[in-house]
């Protein structure tokens, strides 16, 4: 459920709904945004399996992006960074590798569609921590293409949470229903 906030600085604002309400990726194809229904182009993101080829991602200082084996990692997913639901999305991970200090057991990605440069401004505008790796699917969409995370509609991704092991096995991943809505975990 949303929420208007106030922040120290008298801003007001309206969080994003969380949702535990997700689709089962590979058996369901498509989400909503709103009350729009969207379908996803089937791919090959699965729990249990491989995380799918990140080769072709590029990070926001324009160096290649792959995910490194060796660590644990969480992949947020999210269809734009100029949307305020997946500005929020970042900004509450952000705060809360703040919070956490030195002490996450894992690497924390965003990949998105957006450019490099426009994913370096985000971080600079927000204060983002240096901890979170940037990661843009713009120049080859290969990842966009073959993850099952493609709105066909609007080629971006759908909103999502992947979970890997330090071997990149994918051992969770969470796409709510609503793209609109972020998960409740």
Not at 18 to 37: A, N, P
Not at 161 to 181: A, K, Q, S
């Amino acid at each position: 459920m949303a929420k208007i906030i106030q922040t120290l600085k008298g801003e007001i604002f309206m969080t994003p709904a969380t949702t535990q309400d997700y689709i089962l990726l590979g058996q369901e194809h498509s989400v909503t945004f709103g009350k729009t229904q969207l379908t996803l182009k089937p791919g090959i993101l699965a729990e249990g399996e491989p995380l799918p080829c990140t080769k072709g991602l590029v990070s926001h200082d324009l160096l290649p992006g792959y995910c490194i084996p060796g660590i644990k990692k969480l992949i947020i997913v999210v269809p734009s960074l100029d949307t305020p639901v997946c500005e929020w999305q970042v900004k509450e991970y952000s705060d809360r590798l703040k919070s956490a200090g030195s002490h996450s057991n894992r690497a924390v990605y965003v990949l998105s569609m957006d450019t490099p440069f426009a994913q370096a401004r985000f971080i600079r505008d927000h204060d983002i921590h240096p901890g979170i790796v940037f990661v843009s699917d713009y120049a080859c969409r290969q990842f966009l293409d073959n993850s099952g995370l493609k709105i066909n509609e609007l080629s971006i991704f759908a909103r999502a949470l992947i979970e890997c092991d330090e071997n990149n096995m994918v051992t969770r991943v969470i796409v709510p229903r609503d793209i609109t809505h972020i998960p409740a975990c």
